[in-house]
């Protein structure tokens, strides 16, 4: 079975600039959570999706956005980048039930300059 | 509010020595899970182990085994005669029922010197 595919791996953004990372999960996965992780905060819930539909958020600014198509396939989106916003953003995916384990991708690496 | 502590930012070991990981978690609720999860220098977080708050039951795994204390509300992490290919960033993460998301604590790096 295929692991979790995220792309692209490495990014670099202008400030201002904004950017879309995608996410394809394991076949059958109908849960997909995104995450920030930074050396200063840590890895950071930002929000999760369930059969296209955004179910919970973590606490991040408007910019922060995403979406999930029929095929489970979730895309991130982050407008008017900030030198903050470098991190590597990772993307899991879970069966159908809450509070399993989640399975994660190898991330995307932004760096905002 | 729920809070995931792990105290120890970075350990070092040498080859074959035992290491023991600490988690310290917090919330309010009674039904809740706990994670362990290994973060090799590739990057991509692997799932170690799932423990629910009703099972105090320790586990062991090979070289791994979980230490799930509710009364001092801790779930620790051991490795046995440590080996290289340990050196990783762990995370311990819990997660409230029903709950579609999981707070980490911020890592212990485990380095493994030959």
């Known amino acids: 079975k295929a692991g979790v595919t995220q792309t692209p791996r490495y990014l670099i953004k202008t400030r201002g600039q904004q950017v879309t990372l995608s996410c394809s999960p394991i076949?059958?996965?109908?849960?997909v959570s995104w995450y920030q992780q930074t050396p200063g905060q840590g890895l950071q819930f930002l929000f999760e999706?369930?059969?296209?539909?955004?179910?919970n958020k973590g606490n991040f600014p408007g910019r922060f956005s995403g979406r999930q198509f029929s095929n489970s396939r979730s895309e991130m989106n982050v407008s008017t980048l900030e030198l903050g916003d470098s991190a590597l953003y990772l993307c899991?995916?879970?069966?159908?039930?809450?509070?399993?384990?989640?399975?994660f991708g190898q991330g995307t690496r932004l760096t905002v300059v | 509010a729920q809070k995931v502590t792990q105290a120890q930012t970075e350990i070092s070991v040498v080859e074959k020595e035992d290491v023991t990981l600490d988690c310290v978690y917090e919330?309010?609720?009674?039904?809740?899970?706990l994670f362990w999860y290994k973060q090799p220098p590739s990057g991509e977080l692997v799932f170690l182990i799932r423990?629910?708050?009703?099972?105090?039951q320790n586990e062991i795994s090979g070289r791994y085994s979980w230490n799930f204390q509710k009364s001092t509300s801790s779930f620790n992490f051991t490795i046995t005669a440590s080996q290289v290919v340990d050196s990783a960033v762990y995370f311990c993460?819990?997660?409230?029922?029903?709950?579609?998301?999981?707070?980490f604590g911020d890592g212990t790096t485990l380095t493994v010197k030959p």
């Open positions: 899991a995916s879970s069966p159908m039930t809450v509070n399993t384990e989640a399975f």
């Open positions: 423990r629910n708050s009703f099972d105090e």
């Open positions: 993460a819990l997660s409230e029922a029903g709950a579609r998301k999981s707070t």
């Open positions: 076949s059958g996965h109908r849960s």
């Open positions: 919330t309010r609720d009674t039904t809740y899970y």
């Open positions: 999706y369930f059969s296209e539909t955004q179910r």
